[in-house]
């Protein structure tokens, strides 16, 4: 089973409309992570998670928020989806105390398509 | 802010062959450089990660080198495989965040 699991793997949605893309880990790590990564270009950090009770925005927060319900689950959404927030949306898990510092773990991307 | 580059941003070659692939960073004060690679439409897989003060990690075929002084670090991959088509990335740790470049898009082909 995998380590890293998103939710779902695809969605094609109107724009207006509130999406939420979840993430869960079974690896036991504190560190959460959201990204996007649009064709051609590198992963663009959108909210980070060091503990349940620690949220920090990324380089592109704007237009999304997200909730750390638990140490195992971290959600993204999107208030009112727009086109340009058609990506490959991925989320990441690391732990700095494990052997390999600070690895990041990836899960398998949610492709979402905003009309 | 930390930029990371990736040169070159596409890369065709016959099998067998040894290649290198480049990441820059301006920013020498790095935690750590991590490669990765990842199929179309999949997520990443990590290859390698170079702590700070180390200055090179292998596995298998693979190589990566850091040099922090010059701001780069190398992918070098022995006798390429079609297996080994797929794109890589870099990421250099800063405080905690990691900062990824664009990738190169490899193509090995028989």
């Known amino acids: 089973d995998a380590d890293v699991t998103q939710t779902p793997r695809n969605r094609i949605t109107k724009t207006g409309k509130r999406i939420m893309l979840e993430c869960s880990q079974t690896k036991g790590h504190d560190r959460m992570y959201w990204y996007r990564q649009d064709p051609g270009l590198g992963l663009q950090l959108i909210y980070y998670?060091?503990?349940?009770?620690?949220?920090n925005k990324g380089e592109i927060s704007d237009g999304y928020s997200v909730s750390r319900q638990a140490q195992a689950k971290f959600s993204l959404s999107l208030e009112s989806a727009i086109p340009n927030q058609t990506a490959l949306y991925f989320c990441?898990?690391?732990?700095?105390?494990?052997?390999?510092?600070?690895?990041?773990?990836f899960g398998p991307g949610t492709r979402l398509t905003v009309l | 802010k930390q930029e990371v580059t990736q040169i070159p941003a596409a890369l065709s070659v016959p099998e067998g062959e040894n290649l290198v692939l480049n990441c820059s960073f301006t920013?020498?004060?790095?935690?750590?450089l991590q490669w990765f690679r990842q199929d179309p439409g999949k997520g990443l897989t990590s290859l390698l990660l170079?702590?700070?003060?180390?200055r090179e990690q292998t596995s298998g075929r693979l190589n990566a080198s850091l040099d922090k002084s010059s701001g780069r670090s190398t992918l070098y991959i022995a006798a390429s495989q079609p297996g080994d088509s797929a794109t890589y990335l870099c990421?250099?740790?800063?405080?905690?965040?990691?900062?990824f470049g664009r990738g190169t898009s490899l193509i090995v082909h028989p």
């Open positions: 998670s060091f503990d349940v009770k620690d949220i």
């Open positions: 920013d020498s004060a790095i935690y750590n």
């Open positions: 170079i702590q700070s003060s180390q």
């Open positions: 990441a898990t690391s732990d700095p105390t494990s052997g390999s510092t600070d690895t990041q773990y």
């Open positions: 990421a250099a740790g800063g405080s905690y965040i990691p900062t």
